[in-house]
């Protein structure tokens, strides 16, 4: 086998942040947050900035049905670091609202998805979230503004991955 | 298991071991879960960015590769669809990428494999999915010929990696029955099978199947029989979806794997698991307790 290039192997760095609050207000609940990272590091790379935005309908949806179905989606990018949220129900239990948050470093190929359930809330969808260039950075730790299918709102907290009320 | 993988000739030794790594990596009855290797979804919006990404996922999967066998990379390209008059993709940002741009993303996926290389074999692999194609207006031959060329991407790239011996190459897709039609979503493997490269890894789920019996209706007018068709036929093999519920995901694949067997003289097997973080290893012993000494020790999952 081909032994050239080789670098020292760094072991994956892992997390596993298990949260569960059971906080019921207004018929909310804040979720449950599972993230598993691995992270690498590369040479040369592309700046690709992409201004906070809701994905258009017909935007293809990576993550698979039997895990959410998909009401609507939220793309974000500062050149170096992604978030994309997928808001809707949780594939084999519609009576759950569920996010589905994928996160990457560009540079470093680091990738992470993060599911938030909301018990009972059926379908969520995103509303009046931040936009535009000039959040690029901030939006991917601040929060999203969500509406369940019985039109309670809620915030959706992307710093620490909880959803909760207004 | 069948030996669906081709590679240059100068690597012909290398892939005897590899598919013999395979072939006794099956799951015996009560086996460990193998290390969960990472797949990503591509959100490129310009070709420069798409290369990078795929060149630092590369660089990550070789530094984290886990073990001396053979482990498959996935770059996710988005769904199929007909850019100008070719093939080749929308990407998750919505953002269209031919095959000939898709080709150079994944040569950079070998560049950053190769400079950052630890241990092991990788098959890097083109994966898209089957999302809205006959919504967005593929016909049954435009989906065919997707599939066909695909396994022509591969071999391209495998010509690119033929100087690399720890690498290979292959071709895969998302194919879920909720996303489109089943008539037109076979095209997929019966093109890809057609041009016959390598194995196509179907990564998709058996969304709304039965979890008993050997046959039955899925979603989206789906059967079984077309599931097991898209997974195992020709040069298809399965990397099932098995995320949580997890039992309930292995019992929809026990019964794909029991309607082909019911109807195929070849035993169908599965190639590994694709999980979900956080239970990939738990969803892989569910699938493998479930189909004892069928199970390859592949584990491939999007965020781990």
Redesign the interface.
């Known amino acids: 086998?081909?032994?050239?290039?080789?670098?020292?192997?760094?072991n994956?760095r892992?997390r596993?942040v298990?949260g569960a609050i059971a906080l019921l207000t207004a018929g909310l609940a804040i979720g449950v947050a599972?993230?598993?990272?691995?992270?690498?590091?590369?040479?040369?790379?592309?700046?690709?900035r992409?201004p906070a935005h809701i994905?258009?309908n017909?935007?293809?949806?990576?993550?698979?049905?039997?895990?959410i179905r998909v009401s609507n989606a939220w793309?974000d990018?500062d050149g170096v670091t992604?978030v994309?949220v997928y808001a809707g129900s949780a594939?084999?239990d519609p009576a759950t609202g569920r996010f589905v948050i994928?996160r990457?470093n560009?540079?470093?190929?680091?990738?992470?998805?993060?599911i938030v359930n909301v018990p009972g809330a059926r379908v969520l969808s995103i509303v009046k979230p931040p936009t535009g260039p000039g959040v690029e950075t901030s939006a991917q730790r601040g929060k999203l503004p969500f509406q369940t299918a019985g039109g309670m709102r809620g915030m959706l907290n992307l710093s620490n991955n909880t959803a909760g009320p207004r | 298991m069948r030996l669906g993988l081709r590679f240059p000739a100068a690597a012909v030794a290398?892939l005897a071991a590899a598919m013999g790594a395979v072939l006794a990596q099956s799951s015996p009855a009560n086996a460990a879960a193998p290390t969960a290797v990472?797949a990503?979804?591509m959100?490129?919006?310009?070709e420069?960015?798409l290369?990078?990404?795929a060149?630092?996922?590369?660089?990550?999967?070789a530094?984290?590769?886990p073990g001396t066998g053979n482990r498959v990379m996935v770059l996710?390209f988005?769904?199929a669809r007909n850019i100008a008059g070719g093939w080749g993709?929308?990407?998750?940002?919505?953002v269209e990428f031919s095959n000939g741009k898709i080709l150079t993303a994944l040569e950079n996926a070998s560049d950053?494999v190769?400079?950052?290389?630890?241990?092991g074999?990788t098959t890097i692999t083109y994966g898209n999915?089957n999302?809205?194609l006959s919504s967005?207006g593929m016909s049954d031959s435009d989906v065919y010929n997707v599939g066909y060329y695909q396994e022509q991407r591969a071999a391209e790239l495998a010509t690119y990696e033929s100087s690399?011996?720890?690498q290979y190459a292959a071709a895969a897709s998302?194919m879920?029955p909720?996303?489109n039609g089943s008539t037109n979503t076979r095209e997929l493997v019966t093109g890809a099978t057609a041009r016959a490269f390598a194995v196509y890894y179907d990564y998709?789920?058996a969304?709304g199947c039965p979890t008993t019996g050997s046959g039955g209706s899925c979603?989206n007018g789906w059967s079984v029989s077309t599931v097991a068709y898209v997974s195992f036929y020709g040069e298809a093999v399965p990397l099932p979806?098995i995320?949580?519920?997890l039992s309930?995901?292995a019992a929809q694949w026990t019964v794909v794997r029991r309607n082909w067997n019911a109807n195929h003289s070849s035993g169908y097997s599965f190639w590994g698991v694709t999980g979900?973080?956080?239970?990939a290893q738990a969803g892989w012993d569910d699938l493998a307790n479930d189909n004892s000494g069928l199970v390859a020790r592949e584990l491939v999952?999007?965020?781990?």
């Open positions: 086998m081909k032994t050239n290039s080789r670098l020292k192997m760094r994956p892992r596993l298990i599972a993230t598993v990272s691995s992270a690498g590091q590369t040479p040369a790379h592309a700046l690709d992409i994905l258009q017909g935007t293809p949806i990576p993550v698979s049905p039997e895990m793309l990018s992604l994309a594939g084999t994928v990457q560009t540079q470093t190929g680091q990738q992470t998805l993060t | 290398v990472t990503w979804y959100y490129g919006t310009t420069s960015a290369d990078s990404a060149k630092s996922d590369g660089c990550t999967f530094r984290n590769h996710d988005g769904a993709t929308v990407d998750f940002s919505n950053g190769h400079n950052c290389y630890t241990q074999t999915s999302y809205h967005s690399r011996p720890d998302d879920e909720s996303w998709g789920s969304d979603n979806e995320y949580r519920p309930t995901l979900e973080p956080g239970y999952c999007f965020g781990c």
